[in-house]
DNA sequence: GTGAAAGCGCTAACAT
DNA sequence: ATGTTAGCGCTTTCAC
């Protein structure tokens, strides 16, 4: 259970040199030299120390993703694509979750510590000029996932045409009063989405309505929670100014909106039409109409990009954008039809 | 970004070996030297490399965790509690997530690999002599969650206990065909969750019933999924001895149980009363009634036993049993009228 | 209290 | 094709 290549180089009566080649799979190495060492390593059970590698190889195996919010099913689906992808590797994955967003600070840190990993995936996290220059100073390879700024690599979803789609489909289907359940708007998709809700009203002859844009005041990660939706929908049913149509700007958002019409005697779709953003697990057994963010692949082209840049640091710059689709479910039905039961 | 502690005890003046014990607070030092090799630390943005580190100590800063399915909300609660208590010490977290079991093998092997962690948290994965074995070979402070064994650190949910618990609920509140969808019988918290059903039937005068238990053959996780519990479901209603109840082994099971009432016309709890096992995210908000693990809980103290572990590998080996609580939601609920057995 | 020196286990020139 | 050797950056006796 502790040997080590020099054990093996005794026992099989070669140069450490050697042995280390082997492990390797460098090819020059003589066919019966490798058989040999080969089966003295198998007899030996053993197996290189991660860290003595990282050490001499100068790069660790491993690579850290800063999550915030780990909890949140996005993530959890997001991750999985990450780790799709790196099990086509030989990377391990250091997880990193802030509970807060003044957590992911530190856990930022931590993850750019030097020797501990060989780069680094940072989610839905907002960037600023100080925070470049800190991951640039590390010389770590860092690729943003679900957010982008200058210079970085970057996966995301095109947040606008998100907005977009879920207020359009709600015009377009006769909602004339919808309102936006927002994100603070610190967090830059939520202003993205917020932005293509106010192109979709003006294209379909709506009014935009101060009144009718309520923000998650919720001090959880940016107001992405379901309290700060279910709080947010209740402000929107006491401003007296009802709405026959709302958007939020998660699906953990409006299944709390979800929540506050219920308790007031109201329900999606009948008396108001609700729509999410992201379409996590719980949306679909909700009957949530939402717009679907490619999370899983997100996850997977960010390890790509990630790995792409760890190969060579020089390699160009690049960002992928992708395409949000609108997922259509029962809390969106126009009420003159009969509802029926959750859909797909 | 590539300093050392050459580099700071060259500026400082002093040896690598004091920097090194400054860096570390060991306390042999005088407070001016300590003083100084700080400012020299800071201003140079010293920070140790993690794998050299591991190296010389013979002892990593991260810990493993093996999870299959790391995509099944469970985990993810589970591994809030793990991540909980990491925040208090000085180690990282090295997600290894398994999508099927034969993976687990895999991710445990990785995650055993020497020089890699301190530890591993092995969650919800079957243990037999070979892999109990392998794990002792390995030397390394391994602590089961979710699952106990001969010898191992663990920390799971009294199993029985939880299938007692739910089927007297429903036994009580006036059900008298209960049927079981159970998850294969391979998986051992699922064998317990039966033996509690079968007790709590008995107890209640109920003649435990063959047809009345049918298993989730889903090939996924040991039948722990949405598919498994639809496909159960849909059996148990083909069979024409329509249950007035049932309980399933998982929150997941369930809801895809659900699922399949209602394509047949069916809901719960008018039709068939239900009660699923964990209280996931999502059972909340289906109004599913179930018996709830301390995941939370599960997940911090399986972390705290690994850290008392590693810290004193001869520490006396320790399990702990925590117990499920029932919460009872719509689901279950007893319809107005008594429910007409839908007789052959 | 501080420094010199010997590793920790491995990789990667550089020789041969 | 294989061996020798010098690190990688840090910890830790063991002297002084």
Redo the contacts with the bound molecule.
């Keep these: 259970m502790?040997?080590?290549?020099?054990?093996?180089?005794r026992e099989a009566?070669?140069?450490?040199?050697?042995?280390?080649?082997v492990?390797?799979g460098?090819?020059?190495?003589?066919?019966?030299?490798?058989e040999q060492v080969l089966s003295v390593a198998m007899r030996l059970g053993?197996?290189?120390?991660a860290?003595?590698?990282s050490?001499?190889?100068?790069?660790a195996s491993v690579i850290a993703a800063v999550i915030p919010m780990l909890t949140n099913y996005f993530f959890i689906e997001v991750l999985r694509g990450v780790q799709d992808r790196m099990a086509e590797s030989d990377f391990d994955l250091l997880v990193f979750s802030a509970p807060t967003l003044e957590e992911v600070e530190i856990q930022l840190d931590r993850a750019l510590a030097?020797?501990r990993s060989a780069g680094v995936l940072l989610f839905s996290s907002p960037m600023d000029a100080e925070r470049a220059a800190q991951i640039r100073a590390s010389g770590q390879p860092v690729t943003l996932v679900d957010e982008a700024y200058e210079g970085f690599d970057a996966v995301y979803t095109d947040n606008l045409q998100g907005g977009y789609l879920a207020t359009a489909h709600l015009a377009e289907t006769g909602a004339r009063r919808i309102a936006l359940i927002m994100a603070r708007p610190e967090s830059v998709p939520a202003r993205e989405r917020q932005t293509g809700y106010v192109k979709a009203l003006e294209r379909h002859g709506l009014e935009p309505d101060p009144d009718l844009v309520v923000v998650s005041e919720d001090p959880a990660y940016h107001g992405y929670s379901e309290q700060g939706g279910y709080d947010a929908m209740k402000k929107l049913l006491h401003a007296g100014t009802a709405p026959d149509a709302v958007f939020a700007t998660s699906d953990v958002q409006a299944v709390g909106a979800m929540r506050a019409l219920n308790e007031a005697g109201l329900r999606a779709p009948e008396d108001v039409r609700l729509v999410g953003f992201d379409d996590i697990m719980i949306s679909r057994h909700l009957g949530l109409t939402t717009v679907r963010q490619p999370m899983y692949e997100m996850g997977r082209l960010g390890a790509e990009k990630l790995f792409a840049r760890i190969d060579d640091p020089e390699h160009e710059v690049s960002r992928t954008v992708l395409s949000p689709r609108l997922v259509v479910r029962h809390s969106s039905e126009v009420p003159s039809l009969p509802p029926e039961a959750v859909a797909s």
Excluded: M
């Excluded at 502790?2 to 180089?9: E, M, N, P």
């Excluded at 460098?26 to 490798?34: G, I, K, L, N």
């Design positions: 502790g040997s080590t290549i020099y054990d093996i180089a009566g070669v140069s450490i040199a050697t042995v280390s080649r492990v390797n460098h090819d020059c190495v003589a066919p019966a030299t490798r053993y197996q290189p120390h860290s003595a590698r050490l001499a190889r100068r790069r030097k020797g």
